[in-house]
């Protein structure tokens, strides 16, 4: 079955880099787009970037300067970067898959808690 | 960037109906698709997919919860609303990058 799992450190230090993995199964990347999900305790959803089945990608423009994301398509897996990071940056992280540009987030990961602490 | 507004808070009784309301900043149709989408999330849960483009429910999802709408003005009606439906319902466009999230609607029971 479709399954997505998030994995990466739960604390970050202010001004370092954030780097987050995506693992999937049950489908591959080359089919089928991955983006990832933010949401801050309490607060609502923000789409950070995506990597498309033929390995394009999008960003949101108010954080592309800080971001990079990219695929290892033999092991299955979606890789995010984010640098420069701020106490804003504190959220829950998913990644969630959709078949196409245009269309829906349909199957999501449990998501993965990032706390940005000194 | 496209700007779906929802109201926070809906408060209903159970076993009435619930009407979720979303509207875009600008038109998210293109050829008479309507690139919203709903998701419903339960506290400590990653979001789940109910309606996409408007009006196609998702698998597995059951016939009590419907999409309609079209370019800017967008419902998610649950009907009738049971216990388990309470969570926070977001609505999604994916008509252009980048894409975005309503501020979500958290269903109370009165």
């Known amino acids: 079955q479709v399954q997505l799992k998030e994995s990466g450190p739960g604390l970050v230090q202010p001004s370092r880099t954030l780097s987050l993995t995506c693992t999937v199964s049950g489908f591959s990347l080359t089919s089928y787009g991955v983006s990832w999900v933010r949401q801050p305790p309490g607060k609502g959803l923000e789409w950070i970037a995506a990597i498309w089945s033929g390995g394009s990608t999008d960003y949101n423009s108010a954080l592309k300067s800080r971001l990079s994301i990219s695929r290892d398509t033999s092991k299955s897996q979606v890789l995010l970067k984010m640098n420069s990071l701020q106490t804003e940056d504190t959220a829950m992280y998913f990644c969630a898959r959709s078949s196409l540009p245009g269309s829906p987030f349909d199957y999501w990961g449990q998501g993965v808690m990032v706390t940005v602490s000194s | 960037d496209i700007v779906l507004t929802q109201s926070p808070v809906l408060a209903v009784s159970l076993g009435q109906r619930a009407t979720i309301s979303c509207r875009a900043s600008?038109?998210?149709?293109?050829?008479?698709?309507?690139?919203m989408h709903w998701y419903q999330q339960k506290p400590g849960q990653q979001p789940k997919l109910l309606i996409y483009r408007a009006s196609n429910l998702a698998s597995g999802i059951p016939a009590r919860f419907s999409g309609s709408g079209s370019g800017t003005d967008f419902t998610l009606t649950i009907d009738p609303v049971q216990a388990d439906d309470i969570a926070a319902y977001y609505c999604q466009q994916s008509r252009e990058s980048p894409l975005t999230f309503g501020s979500g609607t958290k269903l109370e029971i009165k």
């Open positions: 600008q038109s998210v149709s293109i050829s008479s698709i309507n690139l």
